[in-house]
Nanobody
Framework: QVQVVESGGGLVQPGGSLILSCAASGIFFNIDVMGWYRQVPGKQRELVATITSGGSTNYADSVKGRFTISRDNAKMSMSLLMNSLKPEDTAVYYC?????????????WGQGTQVTVST
């Protein structure tokens, strides 16, 4: 059974930092892309950052220069270092795992972790 579990969310003051972690288990396919997404009530889930198995990264414009995504392929884990946090970063952050086992593609989500940036 595939499980994707996030951790590390919480309450932080503006300008502060947090590290989110994601661990995948029960994986039976080749993981191609791991990513972080976030969602606030009433809005669509949006991409924060992704990282490929080769280490190529992609960031939303709103987080470039502040967030850093990293990945440990052997441990099937991923982290998101978030610096200079702003109130607009407040959201539920979700880990996503995409992969393939020919001929099928697979996509799994974690349950989400709340990040609140507030005084």
């Amino acid at each position: 059974q595939v499980q994707v579990v996030e951790s590390g969310g919480g309450l932080v003051q503006p300008g502060g930092s947090l590290i989110l972690s994601c661990a995948a288990s029960g994986i039976f396919f080749n993981i191609d892309v791991m990513g972080w997404y976030r969602q606030v009530p009433g809005k669509q889930r949006e991409l924060v950052a992704t990282i490929t198995s080769g280490g190529s990264t992609n960031y939303a414009d709103s987080v470039k220069g502040r967030f850093t995504i990293s990945r440990d392929n052997a441990k099937m884990s991923m982290s998101l270092l978030m610096n200079s946090l702003k109130p607009e970063d407040t959201a539920v952050y979700y880990c996503n795992v995409e992969g393939t086992k020919w001929p099928r593609q697979y996509n799994y989500w974690g349950q989400g972790t709340q990040v609140t940036v507030s005084t």
